[in-house]
């Protein structure tokens, strides 16, 4: 079984770098086409792609945030981390990391979330 | 980035009726499409990808269809537990983009 969740700080102060980890179970992602993608959705919002890592170490990013993001692996551990510096205000919001479906571009298995608020 | 519209942004229905979502695409997408259902303080759960393919476990009274720029979702006889926040996605090309999302209430 497939599973993922997200952990990190549940508030940051406006511009602190913010630190999440998902950690994973169930797949490698050194198996060919596993990739892990971050989303967020603020409250009350809509859904907004992040990042995503692939089994081959590719990683892609929203351009509009792409000098603000940073995802990595440690396939050992299980984990993708995601990095996001100089947090505002409205970056507050529930933070997911979901898993592409193989073959097909669409979020196939999620965590949880984690909500992040940024108020000093 | 290629927007998403979808309406209505709330729809009333009883259980029972068949329900239609709408998702718009301010380009073509082909069939790059995938549909997600939400409830309140869960993750999304996706229910079709590719426009009209059927993901494992979802009922069969959901379906997709459509290509290019229009398509909809479709509940045939709505349930209890069909009452919750529908969101498109197009991921044609980068940046992968939601809809605003379709609440549905109980009428």
């Known amino acids: 079984q497939v599973t993922l969740k997200e952990s990190g700080p549940a508030l940051v102060k406006p511009t602190q770098t913010l630190t999440l980890t998902c950690t994973f179970s169930?797949?490698?992602?050194?198996?060919?086409?596993?990739?892990v993608n971050w989303i967020r959705q603020p409250p009350g919002k809509a859904l907004e792609w992040l990042a995503r890592?692939?089994?081959?170490?590719?990683?892609f990013y929203r351009a509009s945030l792409k000098t603000r993001l940073t995802i990595s692996k440690d396939t050992s551990k299980n984990q993708v981390v995601l990095t996001m510096t100089n947090m505002d205000p409205v970056d507050t919001a529930t933070y997911y990391c979901?898993?592409?479906?193989?073959?097909?571009?669409?979020?196939?298995?999620w965590g949880q979330g984690t909500m992040v608020t940024v108020s000093s | 980035d290629i927007q998403m519209t979808q309406s209505p942004s709330t729809l009333s229905a009883s259980v029972g009726d068949r329900v239609t979502i709408t998702c718009r695409a301010s380009?073509?997408?082909?069939?790059?499409l995938a549909w997600y259902q939400q409830k309140p303080g869960k993750a999304p759960k996706l229910l079709i990808y590719?426009?009209?393919s059927l993901e494992s476990g979802v009922p069969s009274g959901f379906s997709g269809s459509g290509s290019g720029t229009e398509f909809t979702l479709t509940i045939s006889s709505l349930q209890p537990d069909d009452f919750a926040t529908y969101y498109c996605q197009q991921y044609n090309s980068f940046p992968w983009t939601f809809g605003q999302g379709t609440k549905v209430e109980i009428k």
């Open positions: 380009q073509s997408i082909s069939r790059w």
């Open positions: 979901a898993l592409l479906k193989r073959g097909v571009d669409a979020f196939h298995v």
């Open positions: 590719d426009a009209s």
């Open positions: 169930g797949f490698s992602l050194s198996t060919f086409a596993m990739r």
């Open positions: 890592i692939d089994w081959d170490d590719d990683k």
